[in-house]
């Protein structure tokens, strides 16, 4: 089971907007304030020379110098007006450059984030059991495959929506509406002649190791009920108490034990409980019936 990837499910790195920069009055204010200095350099010195005649004689010395000093500073009005331009475009530019690589950088960045869906998720689940969890049961309740060859196996599988007091635990709400535990459980059952063998594997998709198992034996004649319960929840996700749906299946025995298990995929969980019945009553009624036999015998 890839671990890291159920990660990227229950803790998913979001989408990242590129932080864009504003143009802003600054660069602005350059280009406007280089566009009147190459205004002012444009201006003709003629157009200062226009003297009322009666005032020239006090009036034309100072004109005259002011004249001389317009005409030494058009050239630095060109230069300071293309200078203020410059910066201005320059400014814009880089502003620009810089909202263009930060919008590409975001978009690589959501491009190669790892997204695991609903549906993978489950998969991973699904694949991991069928790989592994026979044999674990096999083992745990001490059968060869050669003993089970002929036998009747029925599992079921589910989101477990408790912690394991060992492991991280984490509720997912996803996509379809269905919420999602880092637990998983599955069970199998062996229905031998006399008696049913269950093998329940509670295990953490994020955290390899984390599990806690559980085996479990009952003759049919101490199973008085087989049966499937719906019920509504409430588990903390972020923070929030959140409502979940869970359904079960449970086996209730004459001592007043229960085996509960989770069951993800209701449609067909329904006919496997159907299956669970019809095995419990006729094996039931099997062991019985030769109970009564080999009474009448004796």
């Known amino acids: 089971m890839n671990y890291e990837l159920n990660k990227s499910y229950f803790f998913p790195v979001q989408?990242?907007?590129?932080?864009?920069?504003?143009?802003?009055?600054s660069p602005i204010f350059a280009i406007i304030t280089g566009i009147l200095l190459l205004w002012s350099g444009i201006v003709d010195s003629e157009q200062i020379k226009t003297l009322d005649p009666s005032t020239e004689e006090v009036v034309f010395p100072i004109i005259q110098h002011a004249i001389t000093l317009w005409e030494k500073a058009q050239e630095w009005f060109y230069i300071g007006g293309?200078?203020?331009?410059?910066?201005?475009?320059?400014?814009?530019?880089?502003?620009?450059v810089f909202n263009?690589?930060?919008?590409?950088?975001?978009?690589?960045?959501?491009?190669?984030?790892?997204?695991?869906?609903?549906?993978?998720?489950?998969?991973?689940c699904e694949e991991y059991l069928n790989d592994n969890f026979k044999l674990m049961a096999l083992k745990k309740l001490g059968f060869e495959e050669?003993?089970?060859r002929e036998i009747?196996?029925?599992?079921f599988s589910g989101y477990f929506?408790?912690?394991l007091k060992t492991s991280?635990?984490?509720?997912?709400?996803?996509?379809?509406g269905k919420h999602r535990s880092s637990h998983y459980a599955a069970t199998l059952f062996f229905w031998f002649d006399k008696q049913v063998y269950c093998f329940q594997h509670i295990f953490s998709l994020l955290e390899e190791g984390v599990k806690q198992e559980v085996t479990w034996e009952c003759f049919y004649q101490d199973i008085i009920s087989v049966?499937?319960?719906?019920?509504?929840?409430?588990r903390k996700s972020n923070g929030d108490t959140v409502l979940v749906n869970v359904e079960e299946l449970i086996l209730t025995t004459s001592g007043g034990v229960t085996m509960s298990t989770p069951i993800s995929d209701s449609e067909n969980a329904e006919l496997s409980v159907q299956k669970i019945k019809k095995l419990f009553k006729d094996k039931k009624t099997t062991v019985i019936g030769n109970f009564k036999n080999e009474e009448s015998k004796s």
């Open 15 to 25: 989408n990242i907007v590129a932080k864009r920069k504003r143009i802003g009055f």
């Open 168 to 176: 991280e635990w984490v509720l997912k709400a996803g996509a379809d």
């Open 100 to 124: 263009v690589k930060a919008a590409q950088k975001a978009k690589k960045f959501n491009e190669s984030r790892i997204i695991v869906t609903d549906s993978e998720i489950d998969g991973a």
């Open 152 to 155: 009747e196996s029925i599992q």
């Open 146 to 148: 050669n003993q089970v």
């Open 227 to 234: 049966s499937m319960r719906s019920s509504t929840i409430k």
């Open 82 to 96: 293309f200078a203020a331009i410059g910066i201005g475009v320059i400014w814009i530019t880089l502003i620009l």
């Open 161 to 163: 929506y408790d912690d």
